[in-house]
């Protein structure tokens, strides 16, 4: 069934809405997936976006798909191929670093809502003009960072951004304070050093910390 980009917004905004850090996974074995996910969510992170950057990608989304209490998301999504096996994996939304109209009819006729890169002002014009009123802004610091997003607010209020890439503990509140910011994207959460090393409790405390930053 197909979405428009007005729900598909609708979506993607109660999704951020659900906790201030939305953890950005590139996880590589898929046996890891399971309690991965169910100590981000235990942590208070329950929207995760599993990058489609690792050849156990898909797997990952499939073992994490039925995780209580979880919002499974793809990211990293470029091509409608990429749509097509994300949603069959099992994932309930969709995030990408940019937008090109191929993408955004692909997510729109597989009725995967997606949170679209933007990264200048026309950009996210562009977006808005076919109805995407929540977008993700990336590469976030590099881009212009929280200054940049602050300055797209008077002129542009009615987009609500999703910063990542660069976002850490020590600035994510310099975002998550602005008018225009619903939350932010961040790997630190789920380093690969403790996904790796299975350190489950180490990860739920970092997504309890992060889960606690509010505006
Ligand atoms: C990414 O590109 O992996 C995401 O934007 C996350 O970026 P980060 O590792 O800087 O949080």
């Known amino acids: 069934m197909s979405i428009t980009p007005q ?3 609708l979506r993607a905004r109660e999704i951020c809405q659900a906790a201030p850090i939305v953890p950005v996974l590139v ?6 997936a399971r309690p991965l996910a169910e100590a981000l969510v235990a942590g208070g992170l329950p929207a995760l976006e599993v ?3 690792t ?3 898909l797997d990952v989304i499939r073992a994490m798909a039925d995780v209580p209490g979880g919002i499974v998301g793809a990211g990293t999504l470029i091509t409608p191929d990429d749509v097509k096996a ?3 994996a099992g994932a309930t939304f969709g995030v990408s670093p940019g937008a090109t109209d191929t993408l955004l009819d692909a997510c729109e ?3 995967l809502p997606l949170l679209p890169g933007a990264a200048s002002a026309s950009e996210a014009m562009r977006l808005l003009e076919r109805g995407y009123t929540t977008q993700k802004f990336f590469p976030a610091e590099a881009a212009g960072g929280a200054k940049f997003i ?3 607010a008077s002129p542009l209020p009615q987009i609500s951004f999703c910063p990542t890439g660069g976002v850490s503990p020590s600035n994510a509140m310099d975002y998550l304070k602005l ?7 961040g790997s630190w959460v789920a380093p690969s050093k403790l996904v790796e090393a299975g350190a489950w409790d180490e990860i739920e405390a970092l997504a309890r910390d992060a889960a606690a930053l509010k505006a």
Request: aromatic content about 0%; glycine content about 10%; proline content about 3%.
């Open 86 to 88: 994300a949603k069959d």
């Open 7 to 9: 729900d598909a917004s």
């Open 27 to 32: 996880v590589h074995d898929a046996a890891q």
């Open 179 to 185: 008018a225009n910011v619903i939350c932010a994207g």
């Open 150 to 152: 602050g300055s797209l």
């Open 55 to 57: 050849p156990a990608a």
């Open 109 to 111: 006729a597989e009725g």
């Open 51 to 53: 990058t489609l950057r």
